[in-house]
């Protein structure tokens, strides 16, 4: 495994570059741009399909088998609130959840990963951004309670209420709006808070407490569950986490 890794946390998108294990099969709850960097690459969809490719944007809740080739890849996640995943929604719905090779094939390595340091979609993919709707109020402040929830209590009946409404009705605005369910994005948003832990500190226990899992073995779990992968086999190798 490369010592080059690094992992890029910004407020509403992650990156990831460096070399990866063979994930199992696995769906997020934000969609995830793959970028193969020195070569192609493998994604396995449900019913036997498998492409290979040097790019691929896959939505939310999408299942798929990640195999990287041994080639040096970048993962591009977009929180789904955010307005490039808005706006790249529609497509992707109408598209069944994958496109492969959406982004702008470039000869220097290097300017492709100046790209994607500064997250700059617009350079990267092929599609021209429109303006996504303005995000429901009471999905926004949900989303605030979340990020800013560090004791892991907080369940969906509490911000529900806090909006007004039903704990059913609130779950399907939160889906309406989000393109995943409340409790999957709460998930997704603990592994996260995990991650953001270890650009100050180096133990993945640490980190598990800083997403607010009540252990390491809990952390273990959802994070495969989530990527498909075990946390050691990506955070263990990782040279850098930098929080933009």
Known sequence: ???????????????????????????HAA???????????????????????HSALIDTGVWHLFDPCGERVALVYLEPDCAEARSLRPHLQRLG?????????TGARSAMEARLRSFDLQALLHWRFEAAAELDARVLCSLQ??????????????????????????????????????RSYRVWSQVRAAMAGLATQTRLTDAALHGAFSDSAHFSRTFRQTFGMTPSSVLKPLREVTLV
């Not at 890029?8 to 063979?22: D, F, I, K, Q």
């Not at 969609?31 to 490719?53: D, N, Y």
């Not at 209590?153 to 605005?173: E, I, K, P």
Request: contains cysteine; proline residues 3%; positive net charge.
């Open 1 to 27: 495994m490369s010592a080059t890794n690094t992992l890029t946390l910004g407020a509403n998108r992650a990156l990831y570059v460096g070399e990866l294990p063979a994930t199992g099969w696995h769906r």
């Open 31 to 53: 969609p995830v741009l793959l970028l193969g960097l020195s070569g192609r690459f493998a994604v396995h969809l449900a019913h036997g399909r498998t492409e290979t490719c």
């Open 97 to 105: 959840g994958v496109v492969f090779d959406p982004a702008v094939r």
């Open 145 to 182: 309670h979340l990020r800013m929830a560090r004791d892991g209590a907080l369940m969906r009946g509490q911000v529900a209420q806090a909006a007004h409404l039903s704990a059913s009705r609130f779950n399907h605005l939160f889906r309406e709006e989000m393109g995943v369910s409340f």
